[in-house]
């Protein structure tokens, strides 16, 4: 009887922790909101928007055939070889607010993460800078530790913020929160205005882009959005929000901004046909697997589409912050790496937080390999 009474007593505890950890995740504004009224309207005018939701250019699937979600929770939580750094990483703390305002440059903050400055503007793609990419910060994926981590808090104010979908690893509720009163304008794919205006975000700051939308978003930054091949959502519902890559056009230089995207050659090379090449090319590389080999791409993949987009150099990001996938943390840029030497393609391996002079040479070091 006793062993019973006891035997009750746990399953009463973990069903009231289960629901009281259901509740805690469904209180949390940061899910944020699907697309409602004129929004909504505007969504369904989409050429890219059918049968409910948006869908890629080509036949896109989210796991491979005979795959199974459960086979893949399985092995995500197996603990795996070298799938995050054994010690913080060796990172470079740079005075962003010091950051000469007249001088091109980039900082890259790991992952999708990092900091333009070019004609005078700041300019801060896919920020998150919380401890987790999760909507809770009481559990999910944690970032790396990192010698000299970064925060909102060390940002200089903001002109533009450009958010390439929805994903919790690239648009961050807490760092939203705090860039509110830093930042200008908002910059994003259709539909995704609807989870910042929900966050605080006056309607009159956010712009939203289908593709190949363009626009001058600030004096002399032309911003055209580009297809990529992914997914978005932030909760059960999926597609209800338009995911997409930009090209940025200011100051004398074209770049282009990857966001996340499988591989399609035929989208990469008509990006490339349009806008004839590109100084820069930040491509994903990294939270890739042949489970799901429709929605983000192989690292030798992330080499051919700089290829294809004609760009004159690429910088692989995407990998560096977050263990997302089942591959060891640095596999992503040494493969990348070694494809890029084969194909003669110029490559930049920037640290996490180095400054990179867009006008000079850029860095190529192989840091990673001395991490632990």
């Known amino acids: 009887m006793r062993i019973l009474r006891k035997v009750i007593t746990i399953l009463l505890a973990s069903v009231f922790g289960l629901a009281l950890l259901t ?24 050429p890219h928007y059918r049968d409910g939701g948006f869908q890629n250019l080509t036949k896109t699937v989210m796991m491979a055939e005979g795959v199974s979600y459960f086979q893949i929770m399985r092995e995500m939580f ?13 990172t470079v703390k740079t005075d962003l607010k010091a950051l000469p305002a007249d001088r091109a440059s980039l900082v890259w903050f790991g992952h999708s993460s990092y900091l333009l400055t070019l004609g005078g503007k700041r300019i801060l793609i896919d920020p998150v ?34 958010i390439t979908h929805d994903h919790y690893d690239h648009l961050d509720y807490g760092s939203i929160q705090k860039l509110k009163t830093k930042a200008g304008v908002f ?3 259709l539909g995704v205005g609807s989870h910042l205006e929900h966050w605080g975000i006056a309607a009159d700051r956010i712009h939203e882009f289908d593709w190949w939308d363009g626009a001058e978003i600030l004096p002399g930054f032309k911003l055209t959005a580009t297809p990529a ?9 999926r597609n209800q929000t338009l995911w997409t890559s930009f090209v940025l056009q200011a100051a004398g230089y ?13 989208a990469f090379q008509k990006i490339g046909e349009v806008f004839g090449s590109f100084d820069l ?42 263990t997302l996938a089942l591959h060891p943390w640095r596999e992503p840029i040494r493969r990348a790496g070694k494809r890029a030497q084969e194909l003669g393609v110029k490559i930049t391996t920037p640290r996490i937080g180095e400054v990179v002079n867009l006008d000079n040479d850029l860095p190529v070091e192989n840091w990673f390999d001395k991490e632990q």
């Open 23 to 46: 509740y805690l995740f469904m209180q949390q504004k940061s899910f944020g909101k699907l697309p409602s009224g004129k929004r909504l309207e505007r969504i369904k005018q989409s």
């Open 78 to 90: 197996s603990e795996g070889i070298d799938r995050t750094p054994a010690a913080p990483l060796h």
């Open 129 to 162: 800078f919380s401890k987790r990419s999760s909507p809770v910060q009481f559990a999910g994926v944690k970032a790396y530790d990192m010698t000299t981590p970064y925060a909102v808090d060390d940002f200089p104010d903001i002109d533009m913020v450009i």
């Open 187 to 189: 910059v994003t794919a």
């Open 229 to 237: 091949r992914h997914f978005s959502g932030r909760g059960l519902t």
């Open 254 to 266: 074209t770049l282009y901004l990857g966001g996340d995207s499988g591989y399609d050659a035929a």
């Open 281 to 322: 090319a930040l491509l994903e590389c990294g939270q890739y697997n042949e489970k799901w080999p429709d929605i983000h791409m192989q690292p030798e993949q992330t080499v051919q589409a700089s290829k294809d987009l004609n760009a004159k150099v690429l910088m692989p990001v995407h990998w560096g912050k977050f």
